[in-house]
T-cell receptor, first 107, second 112 residues
């Protein structure tokens, strides 16, 4: 069983919709990351969280340490948000990755 | 615009050959990471360095892989001998501590 589970695996939305991607993990972590991988393959680090909530533009990330769960929200989604979103956790001097959520936003 | 650079961007080689991938971290960053991404396994952390010292390389197959930082401006990942199962995209990232990471464009390796 993977230590990090993401849902959904694939998500298609219309431009303007509110998007939520979920990440659950089964181990004690020191931090959680959200990464964005563009269709061309490049990876961007969006957030690093150890508690609470962070916001950057239209992106919001939350984490509940007790429930071992994090969410990534995108408000007013746009076709340029189409990418694979990957959750990763810092655990025991190592990192574990989710399988990713492929988001497609249609105009 | 500071960014992490990786060379080569693409490499095709034959099984048994040595492969060396290079990474130039962003100037001033003290932590460098090597990742591997495959369709089957997704992203995996292979190794990371802080202040040029290896902190963790438990994700790396030790018999054929080696990672070094000969100086603060260069990190290398070497595979010898390479095998077809090593075919993947290898990403380097740099930052301060494990919290902030800036990724390079990756090296796409194909071992025939």
């Amino acid at each position: 069983k993977n230590e990090v589970e993401q849902s959904p695996q694939n998500l298609t939305a219309q431009e303007g919709e509110f998007i939520t991607i979920n990440c659950s993990y089964s181990v004690g972590i020191s931090a959680l990351h959200w990464l964005q991988q563009h269709p061309g393959g490049g990876i961007v680090s969006l957030f690093m969280l150890s508690s609470g909530k962070k916001k950057h533009g239209r992106l919001i990330a939350t984490i509940n340490i007790q429930e071992k769960h994090s969410s990534l929200h995108i408000t007013a989604s746009h076709p340029r948000d189409s990418a694979v979103y990957i959750c990763a956790v810092d655990w025991n001097n190592d990192m574990r990755f989710g399988a990713g959520t492929r988001l497609t936003v249609k105009p | 615009d500071a960014r992490v650079t990786q060379t080569p961007r693409h490499k095709v080689t034959e099984m048994g050959q040595e492969v060396t991938m290079r990474c130039q971290p962003i100037l001033g960053h003290n932590t460098v990471f090597w990742y591997r991404q495959t369709m089957m396994q997704g992203l995996e952390l292979l190794a990371y360095f802080r202040n040029r010292a290896p902190l963790d390389d438990s994700g790396m197959p030790k018999d054929r892989f080696s990672a070094e930082m000969p100086d603060a401006t260069l990190a290398t990942l070497k595979i010898q001998p390479s095998e077809p199962r090593d075919s993947a995209v290898y990403f380097c990232a740099s930052g301060f501590d494990i919290s902030e990471q800036f990724f390079g464009p990756g090296t796409r390796l194909t071992v025939l």
